[in-house]
């Protein structure tokens, strides 16, 4: 396709591109060829520097390169769209005056995890969301809450105990609504080795992030929350504690939330910043 493009004259751009470590080091076998695709490119808006120094080492000359950043950051909003909903439901798990710790995207350990430090975290009046990355494992899921002391619901059945504990949300298309409701939240997939979720879904939410150290996916976002203290490194021995601690402290809670929340607007205009690469390519060419 790229061959065809430049037969006819067609100027090729790649937008939103990155590329990782283990591919870069895996395309550098081919790199002759890898170079000859790339001598193609007019423009390559990268997702961040990293990338792009990757794409330079394989051939890509520097100077057909802008690092513009992430366009799905743009799509975070301040204000989710079911928000109403979410608060709803908090209304009628009846926790609306409890701090509330959301867990979103886990993974089978992760849980394990939460649900180890349930009865610590209840003691104290916690109570816990949880978002499976994966909802074909309800039956899976229904058995580990069973296997716990505390009561405990899932969103699709609509009717909860009244001294509900914890509550899986295993339906789609509400975590990012439910977020705004939190006290404090977790991105899972970063304790086990998944590479992270979207870390900044909460963070623009004005909410202070727990997740792992396997941020391989989100590197850049993960950096800055931990940099400007938005975010907080957890693991399986930690996670308990850190938990109990910010959410006894309000005071440092909201002054990191603030900071989740800033980096998460640093994050967006990507689309703009690709709009202007491009247009001062035109202006160069034409």
Not at 110 to 131: D, H, N, R, S, Y
Request: aromatic content about 6%; some cysteine; proline content about 4%.
């Amino acid at each position: 396709m790229m061959a065809a493009a430049e037969k006819a004259g067609i100027a090729i751009l790649l937008v939103n591109a990155r590329i990782s470590q283990k591919s870069a080091r895996a395309y550098k076998y081919i790199k002759p060829l890898f170079a000859d695709l790339l001598g193609k490119v007019a423009l390559a808006a990268m997702q961040d520097q990293d990338g792009a120094d990757r794409y330079i080492s394989l051939g890509l000359p520097q100077e057909r390169i802008a690092v513009c950043g992430n366009i799905k950051y743009d799509t975070l909003k301040e204000q989710p769209a079911k928000l109403a909903a979410a608060q709803e439901i908090v209304q009628q798990l009846g926790w609306d005056k409890n701090p509330i710790l959301i867990c979103g995207s886990t993974h089978p350990m992760e849980e394990e995890i939460i649900l180890k430090a349930l009865p610590a975290w209840a003691k104290q009046g916690i109570k816990v969301m949880f978002a499976p990355r994966h909802l074909e494992r309800k039956a899976e899921i229904q058995a580990a809450l069973q296997r716990q002391s505390l009561a405990y619901a899932f969103l699709s059945e609509e009717t909860y105990p009244s001294n509900c504990a914890v509550f899986c949300v295993d339906t789609m298309g509400i975590l990012q609504s439910l977020y705004a409701c939190a006290t404090l939240t977790f991105v899972g997939g970063s304790i086990v080795a998944r590479g992270a979720h979207n870390l900044l879904e909460p963070a623009i939410l004005h909410k202070t992030v727990l997740f792992g150290k396997y941020f391989y996916n989100t590197p850049d976002t993960a950096h800055a929350l931990l940099s400007r203290g938005g975010g907080v490194l957890v693991d399986e021995n930690n996670l308990q504690e850190t938990v109990l601690r910010l959410i006894t402290d309000p005071a440092t809670l909201e002054n990191m939330a603030a900071k989740a929340q800033q980096t998460a607007l640093d994050f967006k205009g990507a689309t703009q910043k690709i709009i202007d690469a491009v247009k001062t390519y035109e202006r160069t060419t034409t």
